[in-house]
């Protein structure tokens, strides 16, 4: 491609660009510093504020899908300040097959762009870095041992395995690990949008999180509407699904900032959060 045509494109992207440059900015800081992730660091402030709420001392995360490991280095960097901040404790465990991607057959897992052998761990040096327990092998194989870990209070999960099978098969585990949710469960998916994948909900996570809609009724995947009061996720609200577990003890513990002097003439809180 000649100089002048990928100026020409550089420029048509950058003018037709819907949100404001800084967006564009604090997202190529992510591409430049992979363990620099304004979404994880939130989404795990945010449970720990609920956790609280609920009068939880510990809750855990996973993430499914680890690779050389930045996610998890980034997850364990703001453990720490949250953990301290909010004297609750953390746990953290990850899902990998370890030694990269195997073949699917399976047409919905974005076989097209997405190939066999990618993301192969060095193991050695992500346990050097990181403290975290990792499991190898396939995720829906690894769960029997994941949950003798009693993991308490399962409240952020990170779907990150791109394959619509590995989350599928994850997924249809339910059953298994549904005991150690909390009311409400943060799921990040990291593959729902992909700029070169195509990706719908025809296949991949999308799909995966349509089917396990369709079949359970007291377990949900929910989407919140996009708004101009959530300044909670940068970077990441698009990603964000809510796992509501109707049925838990606590679901309708509350957990709201209102009062019987809320809304009345006096009442100055702000109820859209920034802090
Ligand atoms: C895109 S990479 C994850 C990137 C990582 N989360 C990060 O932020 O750097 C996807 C990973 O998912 C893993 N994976 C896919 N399907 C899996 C399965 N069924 N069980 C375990 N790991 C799986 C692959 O081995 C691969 O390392």
Do not use: W
């Amino acid at each position: 491609m000649s100089l002048i045509y990928r100026l020409k494109i550089f420029l048509l992207r950058v003018i037709g660009y819907e949100k404001p440059l800084r967006v564009a900015i604090l997202k190529y800081f992510t591409i430049k510093f992979r363990q620099f992730r304004p979404h994880y660091e939130t989404i795990m402030l945010e449970s720990a504020i609920e956790a609280k709420k609920l009068n939880y001392d510990e809750i855990t995360f996973i993430e499914l899908g680890v690779a050389g490991g930045n996610g998890i280095v980034a997850l364990e960097k703001y453990k720490t300040k949250i953990q301290k901040i909010y004297n609750i404790k953390i746990k953290i465990f990850g899902f990998d097959y370890g030694e990269g991607l195997p073949n699917s057959e399976n047409t919905f897992d974005l076989k097209y762009a997405i190939s066999e052998g990618d993301y192969k761990i060095d193991k050695n040096k992500l346990s050097e870095k990181v403290g975290t327990k990792i499991f190898f092998g396939d995720a829906k194989d690894s769960l029997d041992e994941f949950v003798r870990c009693n993991p308490k209070n399962i409240m952020g999960i990170f779907f990150d395995m791109d394959f619509y099978t590995s989350t599928k098969n994850f997924l249809d585990q339910l059953p298994k690990f549904e005991k150690f949710l909390t009311p409400r469960v943060y799921c990040y998916f990291d593959d729902v949008f992909h700029d070169n994948l195509c990706v719908d909900e025809h296949s991949g996570e999308r799909l995966a999180i349509k089917e396990f809609n369709k079949k359970n009724t007291k377990t949900k995947i929910g989407y919140s509407l996009d708004h101009i009061n959530n300044f909670r996720f940068p970077l990441g609200k698009n990603l964000i699904y809510i796992m509501h577990n109707f049925e838990h003890k606590d679901y309708n513990k509350y957990i709201g900032i209102d009062n019987s002097e809320s809304l009345g003439l006096d009442d100055n809180k702000t109820r859209a959060k920034i802090f």
